[in-house]
């Protein structure tokens, strides 16, 4: 059964930093694409993603201030969130999609965790 847990989300002010780490359980980890997205009052949008061959996909409103990156023995997907701005504020989810599709496209994404909420004050 495949199964993903965010975690590390929280409230902070603007500027501040926060770690998210999704723990990815009953897939390959190495074969699928992994990603980020989040919810605000919004539709839910893509923030990043990083490919088998470990290339990594932005955001452009995160770039230079967000860092993907997973850790093979322990299954887990990260997202290193520095410089946080308000309209950073959302409910994140992490998701697994096998290799192909774009990596913004949602549709492509087949499996997702319940997400993890964060808050940037000003």
């Known amino acids: 059964q495949v199964h993903l847990a965010e975690s590390g989300g929280g409230s902070v002010h603007a500027g501040g930093s926060l770690k998210l780490s999704c723990v990815v359980s009953?897939?390959?980890?190495?074969?699928?694409?992994l990603g980020w997205f989040r919810q605000g009052p919004g539709e839910r949008q893509a923030v990043a993603a990083i490919?088998?061959?470990?290339?990594?996909h932005y955001a452009d409103s995160v770039k230079g201030r967000f860092t993907i990156s997973k850790d093979r023995f322990k299954g887990t997907l990260i997202l290193q969130m520095n410089s946080l701005k308000p309209e950073d504020t959302a409910m994140y989810y992490c998701?697994?999609?096998?290799?192909?599709?774009?990596?913004?496209?949602?549709?492509?994404?087949?499996?997702w965790g319940q997400g993890t909420q964060v808050t940037v004050s000003s």
């Open positions: 998701a697994a999609k096998p290799y192909g599709g774009a990596w913004e496209t949602l549709a492509f994404y087949e499996w």
């Open positions: 009953g897939l390959p980890f190495a074969d699928y694409c």
């Open positions: 490919d088998t061959d470990d290339s990594t």
